[in-house]
């Protein structure tokens, strides 16, 4: 080696020891479907032999016989599981070929990654800094406060969209981003905001709409996660609480609120990645949200909270398989929100309550905010059915949001008209 080489070795080094990022190389997402007890036994004790990260459903213990499940497999492990599954003669089919490729697409290039923009997956101190100045700039309409501090200090921040009024408004809250590597929901936020300011005084429905009520968003609920998405492990789904008495980091928000909390669908193995917490609302970001929920609970008259992937317009509940209070009045809003989601592009909803469409998964903010009173309480999982997954292109993001919005407008439309 020439010094010169040595110089440029170190270096190399040095930039590999300083970037923590966790890389996905040779990884790959596989969708199986299971016919069979023994496929799904299989898919059980592969999970406990091997990590294997389950993107839908969340975790082993929910996978049954006749649905998809889409799994991420580290290299290392892909000769073993060919080989079982070929075993088995379960159907398998290979989402995503290598991992890293498909985190290296997702972002579009254009236009300058370096500042904010709706048609990207912003990172959080961009996503605060849009905060700030889009508050500042429309203050008639529109106002920011905070509602606690995370886990590693962050500010949890709501945009408050409506005019002023002296009078307190009914209105809606709807919250992106519980689970971090969700990113396609968080960008949904953002939009909306610039929606709802850009088209108040000339779409007739969302003025009346602001005029009447008022629109709270939540535009990353889970902001210690999506800040280590963006900074660390793209694949990351929790918080980044750490206790001591375990090595593992974080709890699953949408397991961890008081709704049949760690009765069903949640694990209290402080591993897994749909661990329900120490105890209901042991999250911080859990108990912000829900203080401030609770504070306002006569106000609210909607809950809304977006999540991806598998297009879904979810309802009460998933704690239970009992029927909620409301139920046909829940489905026929879902139905007519996944009507008008369906034709813009054509992209295909289904709607049901969460236990019997997907899963039971018990520890929900849909649960929780309807036990709580507000009747009008629904889940998104936006784009798509597996074919990005997580990792929705950019070039996605705007007609996924523009038909995410004529869901969210029929559903505010309706509430607004049953006040
Ligand atoms: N994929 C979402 C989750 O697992 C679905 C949420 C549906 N609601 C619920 N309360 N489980 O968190
Ligand atoms: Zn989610």
């Given at each position: 080696?020439?010094p010169?080489m040595k110089v ?5 080094l040095?930039?590999?020891a ?5 890389r996905f190389?040779?990884?790959k ?19 406990k032999?091997?990590e294997v990260d389950?993107?839908r459903?969340e975790?082993a213990?929910?996978v049954?016989?006749?649905?998809d499940?889409?799994?991420?497999v ?6 073993m599981?060919?080989t079982?599954l070929?075993q ?6 290979v ?6 490729s ?6 579009d290039?254009?236009p300058s990654p370096?500042a904010?923009?709706y048609t990207?997956y ?8 849009w ?8 203050s008639d309409?529109?106002s920011k406060q905070?509602?606690g ?16 009024s002296?009078?307190t ?7 992106c981003g519980?689970?971090?590597?969700e ?20 779409d007739?429905q969302?003025?009346?709409?602001l ?6 968003v ?7 996660g999506?800040?280590f998405?963006?900074?660390?492990n ?15 980091i974080?709890?699953?928000?949408n ?6 909390w760690?009765?069903?669908g949640?694990s209290n193995?402080?591993?897994s990645?749909?661990f329900?917490?120490y105890?209901?609302?042991s999250?911080?970001?859990v108990?912000?949200?829900a203080n ?7 106000v ?13 317009l979810?309802?009460?509940y998933s704690y239970s ?8 009045e829940?489905?026929?809003?879902a139905e007519?929100a ?6 813009l ?7 049901g309550?969460?236990?019997?469409t997907?899963y ?5 903010s849909d ?11 629904y889940?998104?999982e936006?784009?798509?059915?597996g074919?990005?997954g ?14 995410t919005?004529l869901?969210?407008k029929y559903?505010?439309?309706y509430?607004?008209k049953?006040?």
């Open positions: 080696l020439t010169n440029l070795l170190l270096f190399g040095v930039a590999v300083l970037c923590d990022h966790t190389e040779g990884e997402v596989f969708r199986l479907k299971p016919v069979l007890d023994e496929h799904v036994t299989l898919i059980k004790e592969l999970a032999s091997i389950f993107w459903p975790s213990k929910l049954t016989i006749d649905i499940v889409d799994i991420r580290p290299a290392i492990y892909l000769d599981v060919y079982l070929q088995s003669d379960m159907e398998l089919e989402l995503i070929e290598d991992l890293q498909a985190v290296e697409a997702e972002a290039l254009r370096r904010h923009s990207k912003n990172s959080f101190d961009k996503v605060q800094s905060i700030a100045s889009i508050s500042t700039s429309n309409l529109i905070t509602i501090k995370s886990y590693e200090g962050r500010p949890m921040t709501v945009l408050k969209l409506g005019k002023k002296s009078s408004k009914p209105a809606i809250f709807m919250d519980i689970h971090a590597r990113w396609i929901s968080p960008a949904f936020c953002q939009w909306f905001v610039k929606e709802a300011l850009s088209t108040y005084g000339s007739s969302m003025t009346s709409l005029n009447e009520m008022d629109v709270y939540l535009p990353v609920f889970n902001v210690d999506y800040d998405t963006h900074n660390s793209r694949m990351w789904r929790k918080t980044r609480s750490r206790k001591s008495g375990s090595s593992c974080g709890a699953d928000p397991r961890n609120f008081d709704a049949g760690c009765s069903m949640a193995n402080p591993c990645d749909t329900c917490g105890s209901p609302e999250e911080i970001e108990q912000n949200v401030f929920i609770r504070k306002n609970r006569s609210f008259k909607a809950y809304l909270t977006v999540h991806s992937y598998s297009q879904l979810l309802f009460p398989y009992q029927l909620a209070a409301d139920h046909s829940l489905m026929k809003v007519g996944s009507a008008a989601l369906r034709s592009y054509g992209t295909r909803y289904t709607s309550p969460g236990a019997t997907i039971p998964a018990a520890g929900g649960d929780w905010a309807y036990d709580l009173g507000v009747k009008y309480s889940t998104f936006l784009r798509d059915t074919r990005y997580f990792l929705l292109p950019e070039s996605q993001i705007k007609p996924t949001c523009e038909e919005m869901a969210v559903i505010a439309a509430v607004q049953n006040l």
